[in-house]
């Protein structure tokens, strides 16, 4: 956990920042949506109001509870290289280098994205399965996985 930094001359709240990520097949948002539907159905059918609540509430509680389960904290680094995989698609860990230098301006050496990297490729979840967030092809590039 770290804690942001603020420019000098500024006043902010010492929030804790976390990195979490989530894959898509992950997260099971459609179960919550058709809880919510049935929520919503049963606030205009002649249902007492606790119900359509209570269903909602389960609803958001199941995705809550799904995503704590099936996702991952990163440290800030892998969680930039995530995002850039995502948006950029497939790159050599020497381009991936290049381009972290550049957004974080600071020096990024190809080994220490190679190290992320690696650690991205098996990644832990917390009902204790491990996944792959980040997969190389037979061409070296890598790209990152469901997210």
């Not at 909602?56 to 809550?64: D, M, Y």
């Not at 850039?84 to 280098?97: E, I, Q, Y």
């Not at 996944?131 to 997210?147: D, I, K, Q, R």
């Amino acid at each position: 956990m770290r804690f942001p930094k603020f420019p000098p001359g500024t006043i902010g709240f010492m929030i804790p920042v976390r990195h979490w990520v989530v894959r898509h097949e992950d997260l099971k948002l459609a179960e919550a949506v058709w809880l919510a539907a049935g929520a919503a159905v049963a606030t205009y059918v002649n249902v007492p109001v606790a119900l359509p609540a209570v269903a909602l509430a389960a609803g958001i509680w199941k995705v809550i509870i799904g995503a704590v389960r099936r996702g991952a904290y990163v440290n800030p680094l892998q969680f930039r290289i995530l995002a850039l995989l995502k948006k950029r698609g497939a790159a050599t860990v020497d381009d991936v280098a290049e381009e972290l230098s550049v957004i974080l301006e600071q020096p990024i050496t190809s080994s220490d994205v190679q190290q992320e990297l690696d650690a991205l490729a098996k990644v832990t979840l917390g009902d204790g399965t491990v996944v792959a967030l980040a997969a190389a092809n037979a061409e070296g590039h890598w790209s990152a996985c469901g997210m």
